[in-house]
C-alpha cells in the first residue's frame, strides 16, 4: 500500500524473485474464493461485495452447511456458491485467490492448499498463531511462487499512511517512540458472533487473546515504520482483567520493543472503555497522532503548534483490501515492505510470538534475525 510513501520496494515482488509469479490478466476482475465463515469479519466483504469491481466471487467453501445457509438467507447469495469441500473447489472453481475467514490456526492449512494449485491468498490478520506456521507459510510461497498478503483493517486508513509518511520523510526527525493504541471493550461485550467468539477466545486456534487480536496491528505498523526491521527486544506483560468472561486467554496486554534508539510500545485490550485504533509518533522534531480512519494532529517545528488536518485520500487501488489484492495480481503493485506483505508479516510474527513468551515467563525476550 504505502509503497511510493515509503520507498520501501525492490524490483522483486513479494517473494523475492519475479520468476514465475502469480499474475492474472489486467483486462477482468480477480476471481476469489472465500474460504471459512467463522471470521465475522467476512460480513464486511460480502456487504460490500454488489458495489465492488475489482473482484468477482466464484465460491464459498464452509463444511458448516448451517452457518452456510445463515450468511446465504442475510446475503440472498447465489446457492451455487456454496461448497463444503476446498480441494474439490479449487479444482472446479481455479480462482485466481482465496480470501480466508477461518481460525487463524487454520491459515495455514488453507494457503498451503491453494499455493498448491498456484493460486494465492489474502487472510485476516495476523498471519498464523506460530513461527512454526509462518515458515510454512513463507516456504509455500516461495515454491510455488504465489502471492500471500495479510488485511489488516488500518492498512486502508489515510490516517496511517500519512503518519508513516512524515515518518519516511523526515519531517518528524529521528523517530524515539510510538505508542500504538488498539482494541475495544471485549468481543463478547460488542456481541461477537457465536461462530467466531469460540475460537478467538481460544489460545491455540486464535494464539492468545487481546495480544494476538490486537498487536498484531501496531506490530505491523512499527515493522514498516522501521523498514521492515526487527526490534532488538520485547518484553510484554498481559493480564486477565475479566476472567468469568476469558478464562482463557489475557485480556490486556502491554508490549515494549526496544530498537536502535526508539521504543514501540503496544497497548492491545479487550477492556478499553470504547473501541479504538490509534497511533502516537514521536520524533526529535515533531510529533503525529492519528485521530480515526482519516484525522491526524501534529506538531512540527519550526513552528511548534499542533495542527489537525484530514489525511490524503489513499490512490485507488490502495484504499481498500480487494483493490489492493487485484491490484498486486495484475502486477500493478509490488507488495514487499507494505503493511499487507509476508515479509513485514513474518518479522510481526516474530514480534507476537516474542510477546506471548515474555508475557508467559517474566522475561524480556531478545530477537535473532530470521533465517532466510
Not at 494457503?111 to 506460530?130: D, F, N, W, Y
Not at 467466531?196 to 487481546?210: F, R
Not at 502516537?280 to 512540527?300: C, D, F, K, N, Q
Request: aromatic share 6%; proline share 6%.
Amino acid at each position: 500500500m504505502l509503497r511510493f510513501v515509503l520507498s520501501l520496494v525492490a524490483i522483486a515482488g513479494l517473494l523475492g524473485t519475479t520468476a514465475g509469479a502469480q499474475q492474472v490478466p489486467a483486462d477482468r476482475p480477480i476471481r476469489v474464493v472465500i474460504v471459512g465463515l467463522v471470521h465475522g469479519h467476512v460480513g464486511g466483504f460480502l456487504h460490500a461485495l454488489p458495489q465492488n469491481h475489482d473482484a468477482t466471487l466464484v465460491g464459498i467453501v464452509e463444511p458448516d452447511t448451517a452457518l452456510a445457509a445463515k450468511y446465504r438467507s442475510q446475503y440472498k447469495l447465489d446457492p451455487a456458491l456454496f461448497h463444503t469441500d476446498l480441494e474439490e473447489t479449487l479444482n472446479a472453481v481455479k480462482p485466481d485467490a482465496v480470501l480466508v475467514y477461518t481460525t487463524i490456526q487454520d491459515h495455514r492449512k488453507v494457503i498451503v492448499a491453494a499455493a498448491r494449485h498456484g493460486i494465492g491468498s489474502m487472510v485476516e490478520k495476523p498471519l498464523s498463531t506460530t513461527m512454526a506456521d509462518a515458515f510454512a507459510i513463507r516456504d509455500a510461497s516461495r515454491k510455488y511462487h504465489v502471492q500471500v498478503l495479510v488485511n489488516y483493517e488500518t492498512t486502508w486508513y489515510s490516517s496511517n499512511a500519512e503518519a508513516l509518511r512524515l515518518a519516511a520523510d523526515g519531517k518528524l526527525g529521528t523517530i524515539r517512540k510510538v505508542v500504538v493504541h488498539d482494541g475495544h471493550e471485549g468481543p463478547k461485550e460488542i456481541g461477537v458472533g457465536p461462530e467466531w467468539l469460540p475460537w478467538l477466545t481460544d489460545p491455540v486456534q486464535n494464539g492468545a487473546g487481546a495480544l494476538f487480536d490486537f498487536g498484531c496491528y501496531g506490530a505491523d505498523l512499527l515493522t514498516v515504520m522501521m523498514h521492515g526491521k526487527a526490534p532488538l527486544s520485547v518484553t510484554a506483560v498481559s493480564q486477565t482483567d475479566k476472567p468469568q468472561t476469558y478464562p482463557h486467554v489475557e485480556d490486556d496486554s502491554t508490549v515494549i520493543l526496544r530498537y536502535n534508539g526508539a521504543q514501540g510500545v503496544l497497548m492491545p485490550s479487550w477492556d478499553w472503555s470504547f473501541a479504538r485504533k490509534d497511533m502516537e509518533v514521536y520524533g526529535s522534531e515533531g510529533t503525529a497522532v492519528t485521530v480515526g480512519p482519516s484525522g491526524i494532529r501534529t506538531r512540527l517545528r519550526p513552528a511548534k503548534e499542533e495542527t489537525s488536518t484530514t489525511a490524503p485520500a489513499l490512490l485507488p487501488d490502495q484504499a481498500g483490501s480487494l483493490a489492493y489484492l487485484a491490484a498486486v495480481l495484475h502486477g500493478q503493485v509490488k507488495a514487499e515492505g507494505d503493511l499487507s506483505a509476508l515479509d513485514t508479516n513474518m518479522v510481526v510474527m516474530q514480534i507476537l510470538d516474542a510477546a506471548r513468551t515474555s508475557a508467559a515467563t517474566g522475561r524480556t525476550v531478545t530477537l535473532q534475525p530470521l533465517p532466510q
